[in-house]
């Protein structure tokens, strides 16, 4: 079974940038994609993006798109949310998760392995 471990959060003030890192150990194959979700305290987990292990085709979320950008590092088994000119909407606990392939990249259910997530905060 794969372990997820996100590390990068933290305080910012609104228009400063953070990058959230989340790397992969354990018994990993390729035919994966990684997404990173959100939950801000008394709201569902929202989407906020995704990427193809092998292909790196990438896909973001509307409420953030022009701002974030999701990447990943195969040889390092490191998924990576640069997230720039952030507002204080974007507050919330961030997820990284994995799932085999098939079935919608957006939909909370569909991923079966969880990091522990990494708080961030951005005041105004």
């Known amino acids: 079974q794969v372990q997820l471990v996100e590390s990068g959060g933290g305080l910012v003030q609104a228009g400063g940038s953070l990058r959230l890192s989340c790397t992969a150990s354990g018994r990993t194959g390729s035919n994966y994609h990684m997404g990173w979700f959100r939950q801000a305290p008394g709201k569902d987990r929202e989407f906020v993006g995704a990427i193809s292990w092998i292909g790196g085709i990438a896909n973001i979320a509307d409420s953030v798109k022009g701002r974030f950008t999701i990447s990943r590092d195969n040889a390092k088994n490191t998924l990576y949310l640069l997230m720039n000119n952030l507002k204080p909407e974007d507050t919330a606990v961030y997820y990284c998760?994995?799932?085999?392939?098939?079935?919608?990249?957006?939909?909370?259910?569909?991923?079966?392995?969880w990091g522990q997530g990494t708080q961030v905060t951005v005041s105004s």
């Open positions: 998760a994995a799932k085999r392939y098939g079935g919608r990249y957006n939909y909370t259910d569909n991923y079966d392995t």
